[in-house]
């Protein structure tokens, strides 16, 4: 029990490790083509693309973990705690339901673009940008997981 809660606390940050790791070799691997072979491997750029959107959508859900997105909080500091907190309850709400919308139209753009390929690299555009609905889900987790074990508390402790 304790691994699987050590994966699921990390997940995001493994992911966009193994994600960063990836962007370096391909670069590099770029870098050295075009100036060790003089002749430039045509997949780098694609695949860092690729890559770099997919490191970028798993921030946002690591961002939503640790509350690391910006936030304007001089309002907020100037009111009783209790308030305070209803209103981050009630922003979480609103991200909740703006992730769920996206997730579901996610879904839908997975199913639309899964007819084409990309240019260079020919992967299935499917697979590609599966990205905004599967970040759109852990985002829905991870909104839930702080509501439940942050913000509520909060809210009936103040």
């Known amino acids: 029990m304790k691994k699987l809660k050590y994966v699921l606390d990390n997940f995001e940050r493994w992911i ?3 994600l960063f790791v990836a962007l370096f070799f391909i670069v590099m691997a ?3 083509s075009r100036v060790v072979f003089n002749s430039p491997f045509t997949w780098t750029e694609e695949a860092a693309r690729l890559v770099f959107i997919w490191l970028i ?8 973990k640790y509350d690391k997105h910006i936030n304007v909080t001089i309002v907020l500091d100037k009111m ?3 308030v305070s907190v209803l209103f981050t309850i009630f922003w979480d709400i609103v991200a909740l339901a703006i992730f769920v919308w996206i997730g579901f139209y996610g879904v839908q753009y997975i199913i639309y673009m899964s007819n084409s390929v990309t240019s260079v ?4 555009q499917g697979i590609t940008t ?18 439940i074990t942050e913000h509520i508390p909060q809210f009936k402790e103040a």
């Not at 690299?121 to 299935?124: A, D, G, Q, T």
């Not at 599967?134 to 985002?139: C, D």
Request: glycine share 8%; aromatic share 6%; charged share 15%.
């Open 80 to 82: 009783p705690k209790k």
């Open 16 to 18: 966009m490790m193994a």
């Open 30 to 32: 770029g870098i050295i």
């Open 130 to 147: 599966s990205i905004v609905a599967i970040s759109a889900i852990l985002n829905v987790i991870r909104i839930i997981e702080k509501l």
């Open 57 to 64: 959508f798993m921030g946002i859900s690591y961002g939503t």
């Open 121 to 124: 690299l020919r992967i299935n």
